[in-house]
């Protein structure tokens, strides 16, 4: 072996070590070090390819890896599982989260936060998306676990290049405080000036770049992931570049559109009345070509029913004008009976909401059915599946009411806390009296 080889071993051994717990240095600083005490000794150092491949053959639990880009838009390589004997303050290791507010740097400003087992750092983007200013929120734990949120939104490390890195030294912490503040946020997919609004699965913005002042409309996805991948060269990331335009989602030239708007304007009150609900659907698409598909429904249903002279009791009603409406009323009764008899809009009668609401049987307990469906919510949603239960009691009218099953009658408003309840009450009041209800015990899972 030469001596510049020689030199090189006896530096890995005596400078760097493998690390128990996932520390990362760059190998910017590593390879600097080490070329540092090259000139030092008076021995020329060798290549930077030779130099990782001799540590990663001395040192098998080092990784080599990418973490993203630096200020002058270049790729930084780091080792994963390194720590040196260096001597610089740079290698110290974390050990309470006031460490990491000493390292943080001048443009992030702290969250304030009532507990101490977590510490928030906020940086602006410089961009508002509805009126609303987009924040980053990097946040770390005692456990030196960490994470980033853009708006509400949790990144996934990978897209940053630092899976796998924990805040355990002020290596790893100063390098999560570099990418984050350099995660370019997606800006979704540029609305064509011939598109009407996005599908479903879709949703418009309107990004303003408050620093050079620049507006645009732009589509992104549901599952955008939030920043771009610091290897694309677009400012949108590869959930929402895939996004297609349909003809469904086009509408003709200004003219042409104001040109068709007058010409159904212009037709008769019978011929009106006599389009068609594919027809109706394109007139209040062409004079609304912003509103979404539930709107122009809702529009269609107004027309039909208001120029009807049949009994209300004819109206027939699509499934998501009646969810929107049994909304409305589950929130507040006294507010939709107002709506409704105030003749402004046609709108579903109370007894066909309470229809709706009371087709699903309610029992007391904990029902699978509602399991199933609060863990498809929270893991369409991505929200965390840990939470807590609160109880919450509600104060009732005591009040009977008799309820159709079919071909059976069931009477509501007896106390019922289940079967088993049951049995135990009367094994140990020796009597099957039963009494009316006064409030109601719900668990209530945040």
């Known amino acids: 072996m030469d001596a510049p080889k020689n030199h090189l071993v006896q530096w890995i051994q005596s400078n760097t070590a493998e690390a128990s717990w996932q520390f990362c240095l760059t190998k910017e600083e590593v390879y600097g070090a080490y070329a540092r005490r090259c000139e030092q000794d008076g021995i020329q150092a060798v290549n930077r390819n030779e130099f990782s491949k001799m540590l990663i053959k001395l040192l098998p639990a080092v990784q080599s890896g990418r973490a993203g880009i630096s200020a002058n838009g270049k790729r930084i390589s780091i080792f994963k599982n390194i720590q040196t004997v260096v001597n610089t303050p740079k290698q110290t290791t974390v050990s309470c989260l006031a460490d990491i507010v000493k390292l943080s740097p001048p443009q992030f400003f702290i969250i304030p936060r009532k507990d101490d087992q977590e510490v928030q750092f906020g940086l ?27 708006g509400d939104m949790e990144i996934c490390p990978d897209n940053l290049g630092l899976h796998g890195i924990t805040a355990c030294d002020n290596n790893a912490v100063t390098l999560i405080f570099n990418i984050d503040s350099k995660a370019r946020l997606c800006s979704g997919k540029t609305v064509p000036a011939n598109i009407v609004h996005g599908s479903i699965k879709r949703r418009i913005d309107t990004w303003v770049n408050t620093v050079d002042n620049v507006t645009k409309q732009s589509v992104r996805r549901k599952s955008c992931e939030g920043i771009v991948q610091f290897s694309s060269t677009s400012d949108t990331c590869s959930h929402c570049m895939n996004i297609r335009f349909t003809d469904k989602d086009s509408i003709p030239s200004a003219t042409a559109s104001q040109d068709e708007a007058k010409s ?77 008899s105030s003749n402004i809009v046609v709108l579903p009668s109370e007894s066909v909401l309470r229809m709706y609401k009371n087709c699903m049987e309610q029992q007391p307990g904990i029902h699978n059915i509602s399991c199933q469906w609060m863990y498809s919510e929270a893991k369409a949603r991505g929200c965390d599946m840990t939470g807590g239960i609160v109880l919450d009691e509600v104060k009732i009218q005591e009040d009977l009411s008799l309820e159709m099953r079919g071909a059976n009658i069931q009477i509501t408003g007896m106390v019922n806390m289940g079967p088993l309840a049951d049995s135990m009450r009367i094994l140990n009041t020796h009597s099957r009296d039963v009494t009316l209800a006064t409030h109601i015990l719900q668990f209530i899972f945040l």
Request: glycine share 2%.
């Open 124 to 150: 602006m983007s410089g961009m508002k998306v509805n009126g609303f200013e987009i924040f980053k929120k990097l946040c770390f734990t005692q456990d030196h676990a960490w994470s980033l949120h853009v």
């Open 264 to 340: 159904y304007l212009t037709l008769s009150d019978d011929a009106i009345k006599n389009l068609d609900e594919k027809s109706l659907n394109e007139l209040f698409l062409k004079l609304f070509p912003l509103a979404s598909a539930d709107t122009i429904t809702f529009l269609r249903l107004q027309q039909k029913f208001m120029s009807s002279t049949k009994h209300p009791r004819s109206h027939r009603w699509e499934s998501g004008i009646i969810q929107q409406m049994l909304s409305l009323w589950c929130r507040s009764p006294k507010a939709y009976q107002q709506l409704r």
